[in-house]
C-alpha cells in the first residue's frame, strides 16, 4: 500500500510513499517508548522551552518553502499556508514563554505542611491529525505534548505524507532528539495497534465524528486518555441591529478561508428576518464578487481548489440533495469546468429539517443561510445540531448578544469576530464535537498526570 500526493490544483501525482509493515511499525513505536525516559528525566522545562524558540526559528527561516509544500499536497492559497506557518511558530513563542507558568507546582492548603499538585509527563502520545491545516493542527497536538515531557507520534492523513515527513524535519532540524516527534508512515489501517500498543499512554484526533468514535472506543477499551477535535456545523448569527456591511465581510471570510474545509468555519448563517434580504443580497454580491480562480501559488488567486475529489462530490452530493428537497441556489453549486478539485462558492436558502443542509456539516464552500424571527428562536436554530464546536454572534447589542452566548451549545462563541483559535485559548467543542481542549493551560494539562503530593 501506498500514500500518495496529489496536487489538488491539477490533479498530478507529485509523489509516492510506500507504508510501513507491522513490524516496523511496532519496533519503531518500541523504541519511542524506550526514549521517554530520557526526554523526561534528563531534560528540565528550560531546556525544552529553549528548544521551542529554536524551532520557531526553523519556521519562519523556512516559511516560504514549508508554505510552498502545503499549497501543493492540498491545495490552499499560499498566502494562507504562510500565515499558518507563522502560526505555528507564535505557538513555540507562546508555550516557550508560558509553559513555565503552566506547569508549575501548584500549592494547595489542605492541613498538611505541604501539599501541592505537579503536572508530569505521560508518556508517548499519538496525534492522528487532519490534513485541512496540515502544520498547525499537528503543531497544536505536539508542542505542548512534548514540551511537557511526552514524545509525540504523528498519524498524519494520507494525503499529506510530504507535510508529515517536513514536519518530522522541523523538530530535528531544531534540535529535538530523535525519537521525541516521529512521523508514522501508516494508514488508517493501522491506527487501533498503535492505540493499543504498551508504550502509548494517550490519543489526541482532530478529525471526523466517526473516526473519533473508532479511536475513543479502542482508547476506552485500553484505558488510555483521548482528546477529540471532530466536526462542526458552527451558527453565525446576525441580529436586526448588526451592521451589515462588517457582518458580511466576516460571513465571506468565515465560510471561505481555507475553501470553507475548516471545522470550526462558519457554516449556517442565522439572520433576523428584519434584515434578511439585505443580508442575502449583500452576501450574494460579495461572494461574487470576491473570487478569481486559479492557481493557489499565484498571488492573485483568491479561489483555491478543494483538498481532493472525493471530497469535493461529498459536497457537491449534500448540495444536489438539499435542493431535490427544495433548497434553492442563491449562487453557485456545482464544479468548475477547469482540471483540478475547484468547486464554485455557493449560498444556499430556504432550507428546511429535512434536508442534509440543516442536519449535515458541510466541509467546503457552501453556506447555508437560515432565517430567524427572534432572538430566541435564532439561538434555538443555533443549537439544533448534534455539533457543538464553536459560533458568533453578530450585533450592537453586547449585552444580549452575551447572554446567547453563554446559551449557545459550543466550546467557543465569538461576537462580532468569526470564530478562530488562539494559543492563549482553549480550544475544543462539546456534544459531536468531541471532548477535551487544546491550546492554552488547559490543553497543555491535558496529556499530564496531575499529581497530588502531601507532605507531613
Known amino acids: 500500500m501506498a500514500m500518495k500526493s496529489i496536487n489538488p490544483a491539477t490533479g498530478e501525482e507529485i509523489a509516492e510513499f510506500d507504508t510501513w509493515d507491522q513490524a516496523t511499525l511496532d519496533d519503531v513505536v518500541t523504541q519511542v517508548g524506550y526514549g521517554f525516559a530520557d ?55 507562546y508555550y516557550a514563554e508560558h509553559a513555565p507558568a503552566q506547569l508549575a507546582d501548584e500549592i494547595i492548603e489542605s492541613g498538611a505542611s505541604k501539599s501541592y499538585v505537579a503536572y508530569l509527563p505521560l508518556g508517548v502520545v499519538l496525534g492522528v491529525m487532519p490534513w485541512n491545516y496540515p502544520f498547525w493542527q499537528v503543531f497544536r497536538f ?19 505524507p510530504q507535510c508529515a515527513l517536513a514536519i518530522q524535519e522541523v523538530f ?28 502509548v499512554q494517550a490519543v489526541s484526533l482532530t478529525g471526523s465524528e466517526p473516526a473519533g468514535r473508532k479511536v475513543a472506543a479502542v482508547a476506552g477499551e485500553e484505558l488510555k486518555k483521548t482528546v ?12 436586526d441591529d448588526a451592521h451589515i456591511k462588517t457582518a458580511v465581510e466576516g460571513a465571506v471570510k468565515g465560510r471561505f478561508l481555507n475553501m470553507g474545509q475548516s471545522c470550526i468555519a462558519s457554516k449556517r448563517f442565522i439572520v433576523d428576518s428584519m434584515i434578511y434580504d439585505e443580508f442575502i443580497e449583500a452576501f450574494k454580491t460579495a461572494v461574487e464578487d470576491k473570487f478569481v480562480v486559479g492557481d493557489p501559488m499565484d498571488k492573485e488567486t483568491t479561489l483555491a481548489p478543494m483538498a481532493r475529489q472525493d471530497l469535493l462530490d461529498e459536497l457537491h452530493g449534500q448540495v444536489t440533495a438539499s435542493v431535490e428537497l427544495g433548497a434553492e441556489i442563491v449562487t453557485g453549486g456545482y464544479q468548475l469546468d477547469r482540471p483540478g478539485c475547484y468547486y464554485a462558492p455557493t449560498i444556499l436558502t430556504n432550507i428546511s429539517s429535512n434536508m442534509p443542509a440543516f442536519s449535515e456539516e458541510f466541509f467546503g464552500p457552501v453556506a447555508i443561510v437560515l432565517k430567524a424571527t427572534e432572538p430566541a428562536h435564532a439561538l434555538g436554530l443555533a443549537n439544533a445540531t448534534d455539533f457543538g464546536l464553536g459560533g458568533s454572534i453578530w450585533s450592537n447589542d453586547i449585552a444580549t448578544a452575551e447572554t446567547m452566548a453563554r446559551g449557545m451549545e459550543s466550546g467557543a462563541t465569538y461576537i462580532n469576530s468569526i470564530t478562530f483559535s488562539d494559543p492563549r485559548l482553549p480550544f475544543g467543542g462539546v456534544k459531536n464535537s468531541g471532548y477535551g481542549r487544546e ?11 496531575i499529581k497530588t503530593i502531601w507532605i507531613k
Open 39 to 93: 526526554w523526561a528525566k534528563l531534560t528540565t522545562l528550560e531546556e525544552r522551552c529553549l528548544l521551542l524558540k529554536r524551532m520557531a526559528d526553523v519556521l519562519r527561516d523556512d516559511q516560504d518553502i514549508l508554505a510552498e509544500l502545503i499549497t501543493l499536497e492540498m491545495g490552499k492559497l499560499y498566502s494562507e499556508a504562510q500565515a499558518e506557518v507563522e502560526k505555528c511558530a507564535m505557538l513555540c513563542d
Open 142 to 160: 505536539a508542542v505542548p505534548a512534548v514540551t511537557v515531557g511526552n514524545m509525540a507520534l504523528l498519524k498524519h492523513a494520507s494525503n499529506v
Open 172 to 199: 530535528r532540524k531544531a534540535g529535538y532528539p530523535d525519537g521525541v516527534f516521529t512521523t508514522l508512515m501508516i494508514g488508517a489501517d493501522k491506527v487501533e495497534s498503535v492505540i493499543r500498543h504498551p508504550a
Open 228 to 239: 477529540l477535535e471532530l466536526g462542526g456545523s458552527d451558527a453565525f448569527i446576525v441580529m
Open 439 to 449: 491550546l492554552s493551560e488547559h490543553g497543555i494539562r491535558e496529556f499530564t498526570n
